[in-house]
């Protein structure tokens, strides 16, 4: 048994101090298996909530400093001692619980739960053979707990309440891998959205860097390889953003039509589908990620050497030969492109900030829903139009088309014109009247429910 003194602390650089060491005259002893920085800090914490806390360590007297009025003992001295033990070693160190199985045995017959790594962002290493085991991860203030024994969950539930933490039941221990899976995931939810980002980055760059760069020096003997760095990089990423921005849109009307297909909400989508519709927060971050790309290359166009070369040299020629012409349809044309590119970009973050959790936190189902799927068809429409007067009459130049192909603006506005000729079909009387047949008059329709595979879910 060992306590620490403050000195001691102070020469290691780390000041523990429990905030109510002992609530009342004989505080329940919780047991942590490792010294190391998690069981540190979760020693402090559940002294600081008025637990007593015994340490089991591999050298009780040789082991870093402690928090103040915490015990350090053998693993198995520990162990007896306490109700509850959080393993707070490496999964790789594992081993020695076996060696020790029958102190913690007695414990599971008399249904003493063992608990693992309790820790913002921790492992919940799970024994899946230990029925009264249960598998706890600590994600900021919310905590899923798993596990075979009601009275193990209780006691934990209990605990974690005390904590100041929110309980999550998410069902029997077989759940328990999944749940050690969750701190080890790389951001699960944003893999596909980035790697239809990163595909689509790929794609139209070598496309444009073909098309214009290649081209130009194939067939006019033209060297404009500058223009990788900014105009092509300055092309690809608005395509993006675009492309994206549709593919946020389109499961939600790929799932409508499945459903007046089908006449009822009440079947699953296919997989495909359901994960499609759960990563459209992250798809339209990303895009949204590009769409600030786009705006900030466009800010820097004035200032280029070759647009202000061009622009000079255009001036003296003109200068020379005609009085200067003002194009009145070519300023419209103009204003329109970018006062709708403006609010398009508007519109996109105004959509990103309702993904905000303390915002859209804030507002109501309805309120988020008409944010999210009416202002955001708006949106989409709205930077669709910005690419079409942007394309303006070059869609019918054979010259637009190099080596016969389209440019990459005509590519990246196929999509979107499909979702929204789609929600247009959606929103037709009669289509209308079906779905809300599908919705609302089946047996079973509850106000507000939400299917399983979760439309209209938000993941704020
Ligand atoms: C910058 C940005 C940020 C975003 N942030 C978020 C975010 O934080 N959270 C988020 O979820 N999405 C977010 N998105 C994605 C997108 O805005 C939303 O998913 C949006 O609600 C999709 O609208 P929708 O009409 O296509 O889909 P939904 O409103 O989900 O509807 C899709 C279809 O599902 C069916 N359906 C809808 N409700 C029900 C119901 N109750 N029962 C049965 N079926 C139903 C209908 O057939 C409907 O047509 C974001 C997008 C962008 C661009
Ligand atoms: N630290 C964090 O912020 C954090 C965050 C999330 C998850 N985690 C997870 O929590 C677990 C512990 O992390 P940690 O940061 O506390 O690690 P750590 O600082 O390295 O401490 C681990 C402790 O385990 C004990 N130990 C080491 N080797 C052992 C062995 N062979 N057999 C038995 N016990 C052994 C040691 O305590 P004794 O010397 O006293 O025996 C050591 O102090 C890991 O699974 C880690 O991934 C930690
Ligand atoms: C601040 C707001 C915006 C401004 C000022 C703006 C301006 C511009 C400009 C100047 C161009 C021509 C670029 C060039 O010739 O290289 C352009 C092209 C384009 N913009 Fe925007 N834009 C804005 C927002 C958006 C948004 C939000 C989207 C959609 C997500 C978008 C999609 C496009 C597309 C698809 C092109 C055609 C790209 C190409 O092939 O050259 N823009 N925009």
Known sequence: MRGKSEEEMKQNGISLHPLDVAAGPEPELLCIFGTGDLGRSLGLRLLQSGYGVVYGSRKPHSCGPLPQGAQVMTHAEAAQSSNLIFICVHREHYEFLTTMEHHLKGKVNKHKPTINN???????????????????????????????????????????????????????????????????????????????????????????????????????????????????????????????????????????????YRGTKYRRFPNWLDRWMLCRKQMGLVALGFAFLHAIYTFIIPIRYSVRHKLISGVMKNNKTTPFYFDNTNAWRMDSFLSLGILGFFLFVLLGLTSLPSVGGSLSWRELNFIQSKLGHLTLFVCTAHGYIYGWNRFLRPSTYKWYTPPGYVLCLIVPSVVLVLKLLLLLPCVDRGKTRCFCLLPGWLPGWLPASSPGQRSV
Request: a positive charge; proline letters at 4%; glycine letters at 6%.
């Open 118 to 260: 309790l820790k913002k962002g921790m492992y919940p290493e799970a024994n899946a053979k230990n029925k009264n085991i249960s598998g706890f991860y600590l994600n900021c203030v919310q905590v899923f707990l798993c596990g075979e024994s009601g009275e193990a969950k209780q006691a934990v539930a209990h605990l974690a309440t005390k904590l100041g933490l929110t309980v999550m039941d998410i069902g029997s221990l077989s759940a328990a891998r999944e749940l050690e899976d969750f701190p080890l995931k790389l951001f699960p939810e944003w893999r596909l959205p980035l790697s239809i980002a990163v595909g689509l980055t790929v794609f139209f760059f070598f496309y444009l860097l073909i098309r214009d760069v290649i081209y130009a020096y194939v067939e006019k003997k033209d060297e404009i390889s500058y223009r990788i760095m900014v105009s092509l990089t300055s092309k690809v990423f608005p395509i993006v953003a675009l492309g994206m921005l549709s593919l946020c849109y389109l499961p939600g009307a790929i799932a409508a039509f499945f459903q007046l």
